[in-house]
Structures are given as structure tokens and as C-alpha cells.
């Protein structure tokens, strides 16, 4: 059966996961598009559901899927040409939990496209556990996107600032800030975390007093680089 309506209760429950509200009732999130819903797959993501556009003759997983007309698939997707197939997946639950190995600090980032590249720098770069203290919903469709695997690969564990840092336990913090340490000279510890503050106005008051040391990267000709681009930089560099 193919479902037209975009008032369909099924419909309307897959175009709710666009919203923060949504996933937190769910307690599930939307990846669109078929690389994407490959990888979700692949990487063992529990898929809940699939929806397909009418016409769609690719692989649904295994999973329920449901057949919409056009305008109820495009209304589900958050793309502005989405791709004929979406997935509704269960967002992992990653209780706040001490570091295996060297991890982020993502403090106050508001721009979900700048969380979901750094999800997708620091699933590259072997960087497998981060923490989010008041951040965007790295599972909000614009986020999923730019990380793209990435958010299938990574533990993000979100909590309050306090928290966060509690489980750190005694792991070197380093706070990334343009007042720094040269990070092209700074020699790291064998494990370390770290710190990414928000766009405008940086690392919180109290991220800089748990921080061992920082570092920044030299500049010339601008002021600033992007959250995401300074991370790569100095995911990459540190771990060299």
C-alpha cells in the first residue's frame, strides 16, 4: 500500500524526527539518503523502520518499510531533493562513561553542522569518544548529515558540564583557544581530551579551570578559523 497522505500518522511520526521534540519522544533520529542508511546498516545501527518513495527497488535491510507517495516522502525528509530512501534509527544510549583513549570535549557548540564534521574528523581520525556539554543535537538531520558515518562510529555521550567532567577522571585536558601554546610545538601527553569551545565565545568558565594546558593555532591574515576546521587541525596534530 502506498501512502499519499502527508496527515498519515505514520507519516507525520517519520517528519516529526526533523524536530528535537520528536526524537526525544521517539527516542529515535532520520537518516536519509541510500550511502547513508548503507553505512547506518553496516555499522549495526538498530533500524526501527524504512521509508521508500514509490518506485524505490533497493535494499530495505531487512527492516519494515513503508511505501509513500511523493509528496509524503519528500514531507518526512529534511533534504531539499532527498533520495528515495529514509531509516528511522534508535539513538544509541551512551551513558556518560572515562575515556579508553584520547577524546573530544565539545563545550556549548550551537551549529549543528559544525558538530556533525567534527563527528566526521574524529570518527577519521580514531578519535572514538566524545562529549557534549550543551550542544546541538548531533542527531538532528543537519547534523547527521555533515557527519556523515561518523555518527554511526563515535560513543557521544551528552551531560552537563559537572558531569562530563567528572567522569574524565585524571585524563590531561587541553583547551583549544587562540591565546595558546603554538600546537605545531606542543608535544601531548600519550592521552589527553580535548576541548572545543563554542563559536562566538569560546570555552566555558568551567572547562578553562579543569584545562592542563592550551593551545592554539598560529594565524596569519585572520582572525579565527571555523569550530570544525580548528578540531581537524588539532585532532590530526595531536595525535601525529
Known amino acids: 500500500m502506498v501512502i499519499l497522505s502527508k496527515q498519515n500518522p505514520t507519516v507525520r511520526e517519520l517528519a516529526s524526527l526533523k524536530e528535537k521534540k520528536g526524537r526525544r519522544e521517539r527516542g529515535t533520529f532520520l537518516v536519509e539518503g541510500g550511502k547513508m542508511v548503507s553505512e547506518c546498516a553496516a555499522c549495526g545501527m538498530e533500524i526501527v523502520r524504512i521509508a ?16 509513500l507517495g511523493k509528496d509524503a516522502f519528500a514531507s518526512v525528509c529534511d533534504e531539499k531533493t532527498p533520495q ?11 551513558l556518560p562513561a572515562p575515556p579508553e583513549g584520547s577524546c573530544l570535549f565539545l563545550d556549548g557548540l550551537a551549529d549543528p553542522a559544525n558538530v556533525g564534521a567534527i563527528v566526521r574528523t574524529a570518527a577519521a581520525a580514531g578519535y ?40 574524565l577522571g585524571d585524563i590531561p585536558v587541553i583547551a583549544a583557544d587562540m591565546g595558546g601554546e603554538n600546537v605545531f610545538s606542543f608535544v601531548p601527553p600519550a592521552r589527553f581530551c580535548i576541548a572545543i569551545g563554542n563559536e562566538g565565545n569560546g570555552l566555558s568558565e568551567a ?13 596569519a591574515g585572520t582572525e579565527s578559523l571555523n569550530a570544525a576546521v580548528s578540531a581537524g587541525i588539532l585532532m590530526y596534530q595531536l595525535k601525529r
Open 128 to 167: 572514538r569518544e566524545l562529549y557534549l556539554a550543551d550542544c546541538a543535537d548531533p542527531f538532528s538531520p543537519k547534523s547527521v548529515r555533515a557527519s556523515m558515518s561518523g555518527v554511526f562510529r563515535v560513543k557521544l555521550m551528552r551531560g552537563t558540564r559537572e558531569e562530563l567532567l567528572g567522569v
Open 207 to 219: 572547562v578553562r579551570r579543569r584545562a592542563d594546558c592550551t593551545v592554539g593555532i598560529p594565524m
Open 52 to 67: 521508500v518513495r514509490e518506485g524505490y527497488a533497493g535494499e530495505t535491510y531487512g527492516a519494515p518499510a513503508v511505501i
Open 84 to 94: 528515495g530512501i529514509a531509516a528511522e534509527v534508535k539513538i544509541p544510549q551512551c
